[in-house]
DNA sequence: TTATATGCAAAAGCTTTGCATGGGT
DNA sequence: ACCCATGCAAAGCTTTTGCATATAA
């Protein structure tokens, strides 16, 4: 969706790489691109191969994955099922998900007043936040 | 902590059990008594079987408690890890989570204003709610 | 008696890791 | 030249499953 977006991130991933003191091979280089292109919501390790096709291999997948999830460019989460799923971390733009249980599909949505009640609740708790997730099922009514 | 809960959701499950037609063997016995015991948040399936000793197995333990969720005895979800975490399903008294992210710790927590937006949010998104969840991160401050 | 519950051990699926090789800087 | 990145294959962990046996109803 988001053109700009992506490349905005893309840059920054380059540079944040590189200036962490890793080098760029073919496979990392592959990855990000793709992540960039189709990992802004919910994507797995396995679906991020499958596009990456002869580019990458397991190693090289879950290794920059770690990578990228250490810098904070990208977030982990598990769904029920067990298996992991990233999407790039995006400071300004960040959403949570709506589960259809009718379809299995995940939708992601934002809502500024969930944001500031989670604020409040983190104020309540007495700790600074760091993060935050949000997931809410639902069939369409 | 609430004994009385406990002793509760112990006899729901076993009636629930019962009626569904499903038998009471001793692995499933004591698994839900040491669920009733020590399931208030966030255990493992490892956990459990540690705590029941030469009572289970690994079959039974992950058998029952699939069997424990499909009756919405049990809440599953699992942690950044990726490790399934079990807890008993409470409807009168639900919570989330803050995970301390100095200590790895988890701690529920529930607040009023939370659930009214989110059962905001799902009405603005043309949902009927079936269940969310929340965790929080953040270090003590 | 008869279907279900259980335990063991093997299998399955996702993820991590050791090691030799290739490639960036 | 040096060290990091990569790929393969093996190993590790969690979870699931097949099958023979034990047991509840």
Redesign the interface.
Known sequence: MDEALRARWLEHAHRTLSSSGRRAGAARTAIIQVLARDGQCLLTAQELLDRLGPRGSYSSVYRSLDELCSLGLLH?????D???RYEIADPDRHHHH?I??TSGTA?P?N?D??ER??A???V??????????????????
């Open positions: 982990r989460m598990s769904g029920r067990g298996v992991a709506l259809d249980e939708h949505f809502d007043e969930l009640v989670i409040a609740v983190a309540r708790l007495g700790v600074t936040l760091t993060g935050h997730d949000v997931v809410i099922r639902g069939r369409p009514s």
